[in-house]
């Protein structure tokens, strides 16, 4: 059984820095492609960051020059600079795992809040 277990958000001012990281637990072969994704209220899931096995990184327009994708094996840190209330919404972290059987399956942290006051 994998799980990912997302930790690090909370209720951070506007102008400050936070950083969450995402562990896969479990048994699995190798993590490939890691993200996070976020959901504010009223709006759709929308890509924060992608980083590969390579350390290839990708990021959403929105976020560009202030979120930071970085890995160490199977665990996925992102960090936020200079954030404002419209970075307020549910992070969560995405992974490819590749099981012992070499199947892929994605899979979904349980989502940490991120809430930014002004």
């Known amino acids: 059984q994998v799980q990912l277990v997302e930790t690090g958000g909370g209720l951070v001012q506007a102008g400050g820095s936070l950083e969450l990281s995402c562990a896969v637990n479990g048994i699995f072969f190798r993590v490939n492609v890691m993200g996070w994704y976020r959901q504010a209220p009223g709006k759709q899931r929308e890509l924060v960051a992608t980083i590969t096995s390579g350390e290839i990184t990708n990021s959403g327009d929105s976020v560009k020059g202030r979120f930071f994708i970085s890995r160490d094996r199977s665990t996925a840190l992102l960090h936020i600079d200079s954030l404002t209330p419209e970075d307020t919404a549910v992070y969560y972290c995405?992974?490819?795992?590749?099981?012992?059987?070499?199947?892929?399956?994605?899979?979904w942290g349980q989502g940490t809040q991120v809430t930014v006051s002004s």
């Open positions: 995405t992974a490819d795992v590749e099981t012992p059987e070499l199947s892929h399956r994605d899979y």
